[in-house]
Nanobody, 127 residues
């Protein structure tokens, strides 16, 4: 049984930073590309960043490029999202997701290519 568990969300002021974590179990983590998505109230779920199984290739959405960084630790089965210079537009529920077997990451990234999802962690950016 695959389990995906996010943590690290919270309340932060504009300009602040957060690090989201995601622990995955129940599969061979190093074989799967991974992604972070987010969904704000009233909006569709959108891709934030994705990373290849090896960690050598990463892709970031335009709105977060230069501010967010995705990384992974294949020995610890962990995925991370380092978020800097946060703005109110970054307020959303953030989801960690495991890509389908054989999926090669690219951009744009579609939620349909990911088949195991966490429950999400809330990020609120407010003054």
């Amino acid at each position: 049984q695959v389990q995906v568990v996010e943590s690290g969300g919270g309340l932060v002021q504009p300009g602040g930073s957060l690090r989201l974590s995601c622990r995955v179990s129940g599969l061979r983590f190093e074989d799967y590309a991974m992604g972070w998505f987010r969904q704000a109230p009233g909006k569709e779920r959108e891709g934030v960043s994705c990373i290849s199984a090896s960690g050598h290739s990463v892709y970031d959405g335009v709105s977060v490029k230069g501010r967010f960084a995705i990384s992974r630790d294949n020995k610890q089965n962990m995925l991370y999202l380092h978020m800097n210079d946060l703005t109110v537009d970054d307020t959303a529920i953030y989801y960690c997701a495991v890509a389908m077997p054989g999926y090669g990451v690219g951009w744009p990234v579609a939620p349909d290519h990911f088949d195991h999802w966490g429950q999400g962690t809330q990020v609120n950016v407010t003054s």
